[in-house]
């Protein structure tokens, strides 16, 4: 038998880093697949976080979700390591039930038996179709769907992790009993705020890219919105593209929900390919100025990806928000407190970054699985 080696302890060479809630400065050891110490004696610059986790992917550098077979979401969770994610929730948009389930199948398969080196599925997010006609947003409004049996049938197959669901659409029992299975997200809601607090005290945990794409906040009825702000345990989550959602509003979220914020991209197909016209699950877009629309002007998604989301929002909240809300907090919700957290004994899923906040390399399981030196970054917007 051969003697067992151990694995080499490596440094990252950082000058800081965070630990899912501050910053500190010093070096981070890795040893196999393991944080093995922190707080060495820093680098030059630089800083190492947890890696980040984007609860919302519909597609990413020509990959499609919705259509999508194994072969090409590994390739998409390959490419993803590029922008620090280091696990991602493949999202399936608004379609039949039959290509709902066989979507989620083939997300299952990937996160069953996992592509080395190269972003981690978490299970799948079903956005739609159990949606609002009121608020689709880019959803195709003749496959909408009101069953409550359909809804819990989907939600119930194996590697669904998250959903999106309008709460005026179905009732109490029905939003507890779908988020025995995942975590339930208010999204593409007429809900009032009475309805959407209701769905909150039934189960649900999320906010589905908040300021779009549901009832607005008013004088005498604050919407889902309203009420995610207002209930101390939803978190918000938020494209901070620089597109979707305004300064000042941003602003407002972190000052009204400290601590619940989770930015996630809401990416395409299109993320990181040049302006033009592409199939997005059954829609043609147009993707120019930096936007994905449809032909009436409506946003589509985006053409994001997480690290500049980060970068945008640190402008805005500070750099410990916006890499809290890239990591422990999608992290905490999701239920997978082995992640979004960096410290000695810790999983090696980390990204490591310059001192402009770009991605230097992104290392998932111990393994570097991009490194800037290596290859070049995809075009990002």
């Known amino acids: 038998?051969?003697?067992?080696?151990?694995?080499?302890?490596?440094?990252?060479?950082?000058?800081?880093?965070?630990?899912?809630?501050?910053?500190?400065?010093?070096?981070?050891?890795?040893?196999?697949?393991?944080?093995?110490?922190?707080?060495?004696?820093?680098?030059?610059?630089?800083?190492?976080?947890?890696?980040?986790?984007d609860l919302q992917v519909n597609g990413f550098a020509g990959v499609d979700v919705l259509h999508a077979g194994e072969a090409e979401?590994?390739?998409?969770?390959?490419?993803?390591?590029?922008?620090?994610?280091?696990?991602?929730?493949?999202?399936?948009?608004?379609?039949?039930?039959?290509?709902?389930?066989?979507a989620v199948g083939a997300i299952d398969a990937v996160c069953r038996a996992p592509e080395p080196n190269a972003s981690r599925f978490l299970g799948a997010h079903l956005e739609g179709p159990f949606l609002s006609s009121a608020f689709p947003g880019a959803h195709p409004t003749p496959l909408l769907r009101t069953s409550s049996t359909a809804l819990l049938e989907l939600t119930a197959l194996p590697g669904v992790a998250m959903t999106t669901?309008?709460?005026?659409?179905?009732?109490?029992?029905?939003?507890?009993?779908?988020?025995?299975?995942?975590?339930?997200?208010?999204?593409?809601?007429?809900?009032?705020a009475t309805r959407s607090r209701e769905a909150f005290a039934a189960g649900a945990g999320a906010l589905t890219h908040a300021f779009n794409a549901h009832r607005p906040i008013r004088s005498r009825d604050a919407g889902p919105l309203g009420a995610a702000l207002t209930s101390p345990h939803a978190v918000l989550t938020v494209i901070a593209d620089g597109i979707h959602v305004a300064t000042e509003n941003l602003t407002v979220l972190h000052r009204a929900a400290p601590g619940r914020l989770a930015l996630i991209t809401d990416c395409t197909v299109a993320t990181g390919l040049p302006n033009g016209?592409?199939?997005?699950?059954?829609?043609?877009?147009?993707?120019?100025?930096?936007?994905?629309?449809?032909?009436?002007?409506?946003?589509?998604?985006?053409?994001?990806?997480?690290?500049?989301?980060?970068?945008?929002?640190?402008?805005?909240?500070?750099?410990?928000?916006?890499?809290?809300?890239a990591s422990r907090i999608p992290a905490e919700l999701l239920g997978r407190y082995d992640l979004g957290q960096l410290g000695a004994g810790s999983i090696a899923d980390l990204v490591c970054l310059d001192d402009d906040l770009r991605v230097v390399e992104t290392i998932i399981d111990g393994n570097t699985a991009w490194a800037r030196h290596k290859e070049k970054l995809p075009a990002c917007r």
């Open 165 to 192: 669901l309008a709460p005026e659409l179905f009732d109490d029992a029905t939003i507890t009993a779908a988020a025995a299975s995942c975590v339930v997200s208010i999204g593409h809601s007429d809900g009032t």
């Open 73 to 102: 979401l590994r390739a998409m969770a390959t490419r993803l390591a590029a922008t620090g994610v280091t696990a991602a929730l493949p999202t399936v948009i608004t379609a039949t039930c039959a290509d709902t389930a066989a």
């Open 277 to 325: 016209d592409y199939s997005f699950g059954d829609l043609s877009v147009t993707v120019a100025d930096d936007r994905a629309m449809l032909s009436d002007g409506t946003l589509a998604g985006s053409v994001a990806t997480l690290d500049h989301c980060v970068r945008v929002a640190a402008a805005t909240w500070g750099l410990e928000v916006a890499l809290a809300a």
């Open 1 to 53: 038998m051969s003697p067992r080696v151990d694995p080499l302890p490596r440094r990252l060479g950082v000058a800081r880093y965070f630990d899912g809630t501050r910053l500190h400065p010093g070096d981070v050891e890795i040893t196999g697949n393991t944080v093995s110490r922190v707080g060495l004696p820093p680098g030059p610059d630089g800083l190492a976080a947890p890696g980040w986790i």
